[in-house]
């Protein structure tokens, strides 16, 4: 069956540091990929996505790229901001299991400190 | 803006009560689900529905139970609330496309006393 790695947080930085969090996939068919963000006390928001292999989702200086080959989708940003400390999850939805239903990874905690 | 909304925020239930939990949304969409949300077990799956009247069970239903009679809204029912259903649940919906996503409500933080 579909299923999504996440590194293991928490993940802790300081502000203005890079940001790698990784996700790996398992996937029966050709999957969608997506990165959402949880802020404390709050629902999950789509943060970005991607539904082929090479593409580049983004928004709000983060990004993702799909990489088929490595069945990755690892979510990185430049320059980390204590407003972007929260739970980030990747998920996948694969047109061969259901096409409108996700697999989510466990989330990763991120604490950005000044 | 687009939006699912969930009826509580915070809810305080007695142990063997029976407790409706209720999501709406406005964009349409044929797919909703329940998940509950605990530190260290990540999101998981209670019960989905991709049409109205339909529903299918997830990977912890026990204990639960649903009710969908109109397409924007999505009900999850606790028969009889048990201190171990404390948690924070979360509803969202998407449309039955693979590359959409999903739009998550707010949350309800339900403790169980």
């Known amino acids: 069956g579909d299923s999504v790695t996440q590194m293991e947080g928490p993940v802790t930085l300081s502000e203005e540091a890079f940001l790698t969090i990784n996700c790996t996939y398992t996937?029966?068919?050709?999957?969608?990929l997506f990165w959402y963000v949880q802020y404390p006390g709050e629902g999950l928001q789509l943060l970005l996505k991607?539904?082929?292999?090479?593409d580049k989702g983004s928004n709000k200086g983060f990004e993702a790229t799909y990489r088929k080959e490595t069945t990755s989708f690892h979510l990185e940003k430049g320059s980390v901001q204590v407003s972007d400390s929260a739970v980030y999850f990747c998920?996948?939805?694969?047109?061969?299991?259901?096409?409108?239903?996700?697999?989510f990874g466990d989330g990763t905690t991120l604490t950005v400190k000044p | 803006d687009v939006k699912v909304t969930q009826s509580s925020r915070y809810l305080v239930k007695r142990t063997g009560e029976k407790v409706f939990l209720e999501c709406v949304q406005d964009?349409?969409?044929?797919?909703m689900f329940w998940y509950r949300q605990d530190p260290g077990l990540g999101l998981r799956l209670i019960y989905f529905?991709?049409?109205?009247?339909?529903?299918e069970k997830g990977d912890i239903p026990e204990g639960y139970s649903v009710s969908r009679e109109k397409k924007e809204r999505f009900s999850l029912i606790l028969e009889s609330a048990s201190t171990n259903q404390t948690s924070m649940y979360l509803c969202?919906?998407?449309?039955?496309?693979?590359?959409?996503?999903?739009?998550f409500g707010s949350g309800t933080r339900l403790t169980v006393v």
């Open positions: 969202a919906s998407s449309q039955n496309r693979v590359d959409y996503g999903y739009t």
């Open positions: 996937a029966t068919g050709y999957p969608s």
């Open positions: 991607a539904t082929k292999a090479d």
């Open positions: 998920a996948l939805s694969d047109r061969d299991t259901n096409a409108g239903k996700s697999t």
């Open positions: 964009m349409d969409h044929e797919n």
């Open positions: 529905s991709y049409d109205v009247k339909m529903k």
